[in-house]
């Protein structure tokens, strides 16, 4: 059974850095994808940021330069560093992963088969 279990959100002031971490558990498959979503109350769910194993890396557009996702293989933990926080970024934060090497779709919550339960991450202006 895959689980994901995310740590790391707090409440912080703009300009702050956190960084979230998501540890992966009973994942056995030799490919994935994995991603960081966020979600507002009444919006959609937002691909944050997304990895696979063949090295693709993509970011949203609003937090290029300012957010970076990597991965501990050895931990089997996916992190997102996240600097100069702004207060849009407030959200609920998930960690997801599937075992296709998406690309196109990569930050498109709909092709994910595992989530995390969330970290709430709050930034105030």
């Known amino acids: 059974q895959v689980q994901l279990v995310e740590s790391g959100g707090d409440s912080v002031q703009a300009g702050g850095s956190l960084r979230l971490s998501c540890v992966v558990s009973g994942y056995s498959y030799g490919t994935y994808s994995m991603a960081w979503f966020r979600q507002d109350p009444g919006k959609e769910r937002e691909g944050v940021a997304g990895?696979?194993?063949?090295?693709?890396?993509m970011y949203t557009d609003s937090v290029k330069g300012r957010f970076t996702i990597s991965q501990d293989t050895a931990k089997n933990t996916l992190y997102l560093q996240m600097n100069t926080l702004k207060p849009a970024d407030t959200a609920m934060y998930y960690c997801?992963?599937?075992?296709?090497?998406?690309?196109?779709?990569?930050?498109?919550?709909?092709?994910?088969?595992?989530w995390g339960q969330g970290t709430q991450v709050t930034v105030s202006s």
């Open positions: 990895l696979n194993s063949d090295g693709t890396v």
């Open positions: 997801a992963a599937d075992q296709a090497r998406w690309v196109k779709f990569l930050l498109s919550p709909q092709k994910y088969h595992y």
